[in-house]
């Protein structure tokens, strides 16, 4: 009897002491836990305040490489989206820089940072972004040097045979661009495009308008390529008695056929209707229109790359007409065999100023004392990879004027906004 009672008073007692233990490993774990969680929300805390710290910075590569540390940071404490909402945020920032070397260089570090939260469908989405992007490059070289690039990317995915295919391709590139070109036959170029805009309105007792768009293209092939500039605008005045609107038109294209790299046929086509630089008179009843054509051989003075960058003499012979409509009177109407003696150079250029320049002497050759001499000057200022600051200076000389009190000698400025495509 004694016995049975000592036996349940140690087993009463080894019951108690494990409830008792149990209790403390149950305590000191909930308050590991509490302390696990202040410490996690307290290192958030620091990461937030760090995040706006961040966003105070310009868009620049530093902020993006500060961005994209922070987002693991994130993943590290468990903060998945909130990760991902940063590391989309850096994505936002790299497409607008210009620099195609720099975005496509951070647009891979993303992905791999993607690739490290477990986001692989997105990383390779990024890459082939990226890819897409690297194929428009020109030049060649500097395509080929950055598909390299994207293959250590796609490699480090595991995304071999991918990579190895970029590779071959960017191999290929590297190769052909290294290897020197020859004068000629040229390298055939993709076409080039730029349109610009220009308007003003101004109302007080009259109210006056003017809205204009221009053009520039240009397009190479191995032996041949054209060039053109134009630009159609229309004018306003409420105090016009007979058109309150005035059109006006300017073009100019050009076509050369290589024969070597210094000689070339070319053909050159010129209209102006209304235009200020060409008209007698700009009232609204008054009408100009000069149309010029003119063929012959050319010699080329320099040429760098493609026809975007060139100065040819050309002389050629073509007719040239002119109307001339002011006062409700006819003051010329005629079509005169002229010699056309013009420089033509495009793309001279200094980091990053373009100037395009024209000069023209045409004189009559049935009477050499009607001439006219012309020059217009184009300096461009890349502000980014589409856009430009544009400036025109034309300067017109004709010795035979069509009214008296007009001078010989006249001169348009204009400046403006361009876009190229």
């Given at each position: 009897m004694l016995l049975i009672s000592l036996y349940s008073l140690l087993s009463f007692n080894t019951i108690e002491l494990n409830i008792e233990n149990r209790h403390q490993s149950n305590y000191n774990s909930n308050l590991f836990h509490l302390l696990a969680q202040k410490d996690n929300i307290?290192?958030?805390?620091?990461?937030?305040?760090?995040?706006?710290?961040?966003?105070?910075?310009?868009?620049?590569?530093?902020?993006?490489?500060?961005?994209?540390?922070?987002?693991?940071s994130y993943a590290k404490l468990g903060d998945i989206d909130k990760a991902k909402e940063i590391l989309e945020q850096s994505l936002l920032i790299v497409s607008t820089f210009e620099e195609i070397e720099l975005q496509v260089r951070e647009m891979t570090n993303i992905a791999s940072h993607y690739q490290q939260l477990g986001q692989n469908a997105k990383a390779f989405e990024i890459l082939e972004n990226?890819?897409?992007?690297?194929?428009?490059?020109?030049?060649?070289?500097?395509?080929?040097?950055?598909?390299?690039?994207l293959s250590f990317k796609y490699e480090e995915l595991g995304e071999i045979e991918q990579s190895q295919n970029l590779l071959t391709q960017s191999k290929n590139l590297i190769a052909k661009a290294s290897q020197p070109q020859a004068n000629f036959p040229f390298q055939e170029t993709p076409s080039q495009f730029r349109l610009g805009f220009t308007g003003n309105v101004k109302s007080f007792r009259d109210t006056?308008?003017?809205?204009?768009?221009?053009?520039?293209?240009?397009?190479?092939?191995?032996?041949?390529?054209?060039?053109?500039?134009?630009?159609?605008?229309?004018?306003?005045?409420?105090?016009?008695?007979?058109?309150?609107?005035?059109?006006?038109?300017?073009?100019?294209a050009v076509y050369r056929n290589h024969f070597n790299a210094d000689w070339n046929f070319f053909i050159t086509f010129f209209n102006s209707i209304n235009e200020n630089r060409f008209s007698s008179r700009n009232d609204d009843e008054d009408l100009t229109i000069i149309t010029g054509f003119w063929l012959g051989p050319a010699l080329n003075l320099w040429q760098e790359g493609s026809n975007e960058k060139f100065l040819d003499l050309q002389i050629g012979i073509g007719p040239r007409y002119e109307y001339d409509y002011i006062d409700f009177e006819t003051r010329k109407n005629e079509v005169?065999?002229?010699?056309?003696?013009?420089?033509v150079g495009r793309?001279?250029?200094?980091?990053?100023?373009?100037?395009?320049q024209e000069f023209a002497l045409v004189p009559a050759l049935d009477d050499f004392d009607e001439y006219v001499i012309t020059s217009n000057s184009k300096i461009s200022f890349t502000l980014s990879e589409r856009w430009s600051f544009v400036n025109r200076l034309f300067l017109r000389y004709r010795n035979q004027k069509i009214l008296e009190e007009n001078p010989n000698l006249n001169f348009f400025f204009s400046t403006g906004l361009e876009y190229q495509f």
């Open positions: 307290s290192q958030i805390y620091s990461l937030d305040q760090s995040l706006k710290l961040i966003n105070d910075i310009e868009s620049s590569s530093v902020k993006v490489m500060l961005l994209n540390d922070l987002a693991l990226t890819n897409t992007l690297v194929n428009s490059i020109d030049p060649k070289l500097l395509q080929g040097q950055l598909l390299l690039h006056t308008g003017f809205f204009g768009t221009n053009i520039d293209y240009s397009k190479q092939w191995s032996e041949e390529d054209i060039f053109v500039e134009g630009q159609v605008s229309f004018s306003f005045d409420s105090s016009r008695t007979v058109n309150n609107y005035r059109p006006q038109s300017f073009l100019v005169n065999p002229t010699l056309g003696v013009i420089l793309g001279f250029s200094l980091e990053k100023i373009r100037m395009d």
